[in-house]
T-cell receptor, first 111, second 112 residues
């Protein structure tokens, strides 16, 4: 039972353009959402988060949008850089602070 | 801040053997989590400690799995009588209270 879904396994974007990664969830009790970036042979690295009381959070080139009615969030990266190439995981926090992860989207930024 | 440290990075063992992994969290973090990740999937929650108390266990954590966090510092995850299906990356994370979790680089377990 996948409570967090990332339906795009991969995404390719030209350097300098916007990257948009999408995530959907099914559990309306989730109250906090996070994005992690993962390079090969490394653990996930925290990128940005958003509380369910907000609809947008921005940190430099990264912005996360939350649409609670649609149970959808997205991560925007602009401008995209080759170093952003990685697998991006969306995660939602359950009641005990354990995280439910999506299956990831592999982003490739083409120079 | 030296980050979350996990040892060993790789473990290869025969089916039926016992294995133990260690996680050293970020020193000031009071919460510690174990996750398992298989190919093509995101990390799946296994168990969670607040200080030395194990507060939650996933249904994925069968009775062959045991985790400890003595004195609320490092943690160990033991798998007894390993099976082929235990092959995975085992990730440890830590956090200070409700703040975002920081992950180690994981221990990759391969069962022959």
């Amino acid at each position: 039972d996948q409570q967090v879904k990332q339906n795009s396994p991969s995404l390719s974007v030209q350097e300098g353009r916007i990257s948009i990664l999408n995530c959907d969830y099914t559990n309306s009790m989730f109250d906090y959402f996070l994005w992690y970036k993962k390079y090969p042979a490394e653990g996930p690295t925290f990128l940005i988060s958003i509380s369910s009381i907000k609809d947008k959070n921005e940190d430099g080139r990264f912005t996360v949008f939350l649409n609670k009615s649609a149970k959808h969030l997205s991560l925007h990266i602009v401008p995209s850089q080759p170093g952003d190439s990685a697998v991006y995981f969306c995660a939602a926090k359950g009641g005990a602070n354990n995280l439910f992860f999506g299956t990831g989207t592999r982003l490739t930024v083409i120079p | 801040d030296t980050g979350v440290s996990q040892n060993p990075r790789h473990k290869i063992t025969k089916r039926g053997q016992n294995v133990t992994f260690r996680c050293d969290p970020i020193s000031e973090h009071n919460r510690l989590y174990w996750y398992r990740q298989t190919l093509g999937q995101g990390p799946e929650f296994l168990t969670y400690f607040q200080n030395e108390a194990q507060l939650e266990k996933s249904r994925l954590l069968s009775d062959r799995f045991s985790a400890e966090r003595p004195k609320g510092s490092f943690s160990t995850l033991e798998i007894q009588r390993t099976e082929q299906g235990d092959s995975a990356m085992y990730l440890c994370a830590s956090s200070l209270d409700w703040q975002p979790q920081h992950f180690g680089d994981g221990t990759r377990l391969s069962i022959l």
